[in-house]
């Protein structure tokens, strides 16, 4: 495994954790940025990027993205700058809204299943749109499989035409009332995965407690890993993680037991086939 570098993606803040939960987790554009510096600084090379109103609430105002990728562009030369599609920050056409300033990647959603109070509602028209806005700006998708028909979709799009290879496919475990965190299921994931898009890479999140469980079983089995406030505030049930920056230097901690390298933004951009910047 010494020369599989692993790539760590933090998700800063999401659209659910709010500072009554952990007070460490960011807000404001300004916090984004100074947890995302911190976290890149200890090892992560993605940011999985939501935008948030002054008094907390969801957004995906253009405007407050190009205000955050400015911030981090300037902050965190190099780094990958990834967008969220999702569903809980707005709704239809709205959550391809900020696209158009092309950021390195952004998540997408192939299908719908349900959330702990919802429907995550991913239709096909939809997911379709967002997918040719992010071959139109040359946004790489994250393709975001809650359920296995989600993988066997992505694939599909791949060989539409609708997304371009090679995937990136993340498993997103522990969603309540969607795919809990199983590691036969894990493993066929990753079986499917490398029998039906032979090219594609692939990532682990592991929500709430569940978060160390991803990190781990993504980094032991060659895969990349997530971690952040937006899946998890706490270190361990007695304890809020102080920063993103600790929940990603746990993710280190893994690398080196199974001697992983943790890898660069050089290294995470030629993994995932993105452009060197120089910015």
């Avoid at 349900?114 to 997911?127: A, G, K, Q």
């Avoid at 089995?221 to 049930?237: F, Q, S, V, Y």
């Amino acid at each position: 495994m010494e020369n599989n570098p692993c790539i760590i993606c933090v998700a800063i803040t999401g659209s659910v954790p709010t500072k009554q939960n952990n007070p460490a987790v960011p807000i404001s554009i300004a916090e984004q940025i100074e947890s995302t510096h911190e976290s890149f600084e200890v090892g992560a090379s993605i940011a999985h990027c939501h935008v948030r109103n002054d008094d907390g609430s969801t957004s995906s105002d253009p405007e407050k993205f190009a205000s955050l990728k400015e911030g981090l562009e300037k902050h965190c030369k190099g780094m990958i700058l990834q967008f969220s599609t999702g569903g809980r920050s707005g709704a239809g056409l709205e959550r391809g809204s900020m696209l158009s300033l092309s950021p390195d990647m952004a998540s997408l959603s192939v299908g719908s299943n349900n959330f702990p109070t919802r429907v995550y509602e991913n239709p096909p028209d939809l997911v379709n749109w967002l997918a040719k806005e992010m071959l139109k700006y040359n946004v790489k998708p994250e393709i975001e499989a809650f359920d296995l028909s989600h993988i066997f979709q992505a694939v599909k799009m791949q060989k539409d035409g609708c997304l371009k290879d090679p995937l990136h496919i993340q498993f997103v475990m522990g969603v309540k009332n969607a795919m809990p965190v199983d590691k036969q299921v894990f493993d066929f994931y990753v079986k499917t995965v490398k029998r039906l898009s032979p090219n594609a890479t692939w990532c682990g999140a592991g929500i709430g407690a569940n978060q160390i469980v991803l990190n781990e079983w993504s980094i032991k089995a060659g895969g990349h890993t997530r971690t952040g406030l937006e899946d998890n505030i706490r270190l361990d049930k007695d304890n809020l993680a102080p920063s993103n920056a600790a929940l990603v230097k746990r993710a280190t901690e893994l690398c080196n037991k199974y001697n992983r390298p943790v890898a660069s933004w050089q290294q995470a951009r030629k993994i995932l086939q993105l452009p060197l910047k120089n910015n």
